[in-house]
T-cell receptor, first 114, second 116 residues
Framework: GNSVTQMEGPVTLSEEAFLTINCTYTATGYPSLFWYVQYPGEGLQLLLKATKADDKGSNKGFEATYRKETTSFHLEKGSVQVSDSAVYFCALRPLDGGYNKLIFGAGTRLAVHP | GAVVSQHPSWVICKSGTSVKIECRSLDFQATTMFWYRQFPKQSLMLMATSNEGSKATYEQGVEKDKFLINHASLTLSTLTVTSAHPEDSSFYIC????????????FGPGTRLTVL
């Protein structure tokens, strides 16, 4: 079946540190892959996406590359800010999803300290 | 644009009562709405998908008679938790997508339900 596994949090970093949040997936074929971010008190927002192998999604300094060979879509940022503190969800949209179904990982809480 | 709201943001109810949660797309027509449930430190679990004017499609293991979903208009979907019990306490999140938004889902802020 389809599933997403991401690293457990919380991840605690100092400002300007390098961030990596690991995400691996299980799916048939080439699903679309997403990272969503949830700031406190707000709904999930699409951060970036990739729809085919070797695609790199990027937004707000965050990047993730669709790696078919390792079935991974790790999120990275070179220099985090306090304002990046949030919960990050990795997700996939399977080819056979129908109705635009999304499968989410458990979420990783990031806390950035000054 | 593409804002989704939920009401209420939190609700406390007694065991055995029913609770209705609203999900509205404020500035677009949502042909499809999704309802998720999120347990602490766990992922969002899709409960059901509804298309405007038709019956909801429930995921395996979700009781359709307990979680009633109505999508009567292009801007409103409701989730009613019937005869709620403490194990129904959770965070319920809706999302919506419309033809002009392609396949992108826009999420509401969620509703925290606590059943005493």
């Amino acid at each position: 079946g389809n599933s997403v596994t991401q690293m457990e949090g919380p991840v605690t970093l100092s400002e300007e540190a390098f961030l990596t949040i690991n995400c691996t997936y299980t799916a048939t074929g080439y699903p679309s892959l997403f990272w969503y971010v949830q700031y406190p008190g707000e709904g999930l927002q699409l951060l970036l996406k990739a729809t085919k192998a070797d695609d790199k999604g990027s937004n707000k300094g965050f990047e993730a590359t669709y790696r078919k060979e390792t079935t991974s879509f790790h999120l990275e940022k070179g220099s985090v800010q306090v304002s990046d503190s949030a919960v990050y969800f990795c997700a996939l949209r399977p080819l056979d999803g129908g109705y635009n179904k999304l499968i989410f990982g458990a979420g990783t809480r990031l806390a950035v300290h000054p | 644009g593409a804002v989704v709201s939920q009401h209420p943001s939190w609700v406390i109810c007694k065991s055995g009562t029913s609770v209705k949660i609203e999900c509205r797309s404020l500035d677009f027509q949502a042909t499809t709405m999704f309802w998720y449930r999120q347990f602490p430190k766990q992922s969002l679990m899709l409960m059901a998908t509804s298309n405007e004017g038709s019956k909801a499609t429930y995921e395996q293991g979700v009781e359709k008679d307990k979680f009633l979903i109505n999508h009567a208009s292009l801007t409103l979907s409701t989730l009613t938790v019937t005869s709620a019990h403490p194990e129904d306490s959770s965070f319920y999140i809706c999302s919506a997508s419309g033809r002009r938004q392609g396949m992108r889902q826009f999420f509401g802020p969620g509703t925290r339900l606590t059943v005493l």
